[in-house]
């Protein structure tokens, strides 16, 4: 693999195998049943990969966002469901724990989420509230004696019904609108803690996602993390993150896409030979080779800032932002553009269940909707170069 250091590339390479070895066989009956497999996290776990950026006192790997982002890649490669449920796992809820929680809650809960013991989630979007994720927030969670009460919902959240460690955002000082939010390490088994719903998704499935309704749940206050209305600091400083390791997840599919279609363009015969003599189809493979390529070049980039200094601090004013937005912006469109042209390579089997390339096209088109869509993104990068 070009770019890549050696450990990087033993790194990709072992993920690769154990996904081919371990997913592949079972990536069709995944994606029918609509159902993660009980063995994914413990598997994940052993093989070391669910603290790759955790610190090794709280039983991780002490590794950075490149090698996350990789991890995510591969597994995408072959289930971009799982490679989704993973990343919002490892990232979205252990990173940002590992990042801003203190000693005491980082070894009270990370230690069983490298294991794979417990599965994380992070829970800030609500049915009312989506792109206007912080504004438009209305779960309250008031102060009582040496507690918080949380009283609310949330919707669309990765791996919300199977999640044992929850990241909330709440209103601690709704008058202050969104510098008011506060984020707490919330327990699923805790009393008023409940799935109102499972939500049915054509692509990503096999990634649980829910709707979590939250009734009265008192949260203790040392689980508060950073301090009360500190919840923007924790959000800006995770969310560049977030989409430079789910890019990772959209290179997997155009990848995946790209060589589905240069297999079946080698085997498949029309009009008396191989469809890959024909240059409309040479074309589309040449087009498809080059989104991909440049992806790489893009998100590479992003997550190689995000480990060095600059990069340790995101949100507003920052090239870390800039970086990360344009990385998810043009892989995700990439990938639906990519996975689009190997169904359209695949002809009519592409549009059927028997051939992955379908599942591909299915699953690309979400990562231009979640983690901010493609047109906030826009904004966001063209607010960080006019700026």
């Known amino acids: 693999m070009t770019g890549l250091t050696k450990e990087e590339t033993m790194m990709a390479e072992t993920v690769y195998r154990w996904a081919v070895n371990e997913l592949g066989p079972i990536q069709e009956e995944i994606d029918e049943q609509d159902r993660l497999p009980d063995d994914f996290f413990p598997k994940l776990g052993d093989l070391g990969m669910l603290g790759i950026t955790i610190d090794e006192a709280y039983g991780g790997a002490g590794q950075g966002i490149f090698m ?164 923007v600091a924790v959000v800006t400083s995770g969310l560049a993150y977030e989409r430079i390791v789910l890019a990772g997840g959209s290179l997997g599919i155009a990848e995946q896409a790209l060589e589905y279609s240069i297999k079946y363009a080698k085997e498949r015969e029309q009009f008396g030979r191989p469809i890959k003599d024909f240059q409309m189809i040479q074309q589309k493979i040449a087009d498809m080779y080059c989104l991909v390529e440049a992806s790489r070049g893009m998100v590479y980039r992003a997550a190689r800032f995000a480990d060095t200094p600059a990069g340790a601090r995101g949100g507003k004013g920052t090239e870390l932002d800039k970086l990360a937005a344009s990385a998810i912006l043009f892989t995700a469109e990439s990938a639906t553009k990519v996975a689009c042209d190997g169904v359209q390579i695949h002809g009519g089997y592409g549009y059927c269940l028997e051939y992955p390339i379908q599942k591909l096209w299915r699953d690309a088109k979400l990562y231009e909707i979640g983690a901010g869509t493609s047109e906030v993104r826009r904004i966001i990068v063209a607010r960080e170069l006019l700026r």
């Open 68 to 231: 996350q982002m990789l991890a995510v890649e591969q597994i995408s490669r072959i289930s971009p469901s799982l490679g989704m449920s993973y990343a919002a796992h490892s990232n979205l809820c252990a990173n940002n724990i590992h990042k801003n929680g203190n000693d005491s809650q980082k070894r009270k809960y990370l230690p069983p989420m490298c294991k794979g013991e417990h599965i994380g989630a992070l829970c800030l979007t609500e049915p009312n509230a989506g792109s206007d994720a912080l504004r438009g927030m209305r779960m309250r969670a008031k102060r009582d004696g040496d507690a918080y009460v949380l009283n609310g919902s949330k919707t669309f959240i990765t791996n919300g019904s199977v999640a044992h460690t929850l990241l909330v955002y709440a209103k601690t000082a709704p008058e202050l609108g969104a510098h008011g939010i506060s984020a707490f390490i919330v327990e699923s088994s805790w009393p008023g803690v409940s799935v109102s719903r499972k939500l049915r998704k054509c692509g990503m499935r096999g990634s649980p996602t829910a709707e979590l309704s939250f009734e009265d749940v008192r949260v203790p206050k040392e689980n508060l993390i950073l301090e009360e209305n500190a919840g």
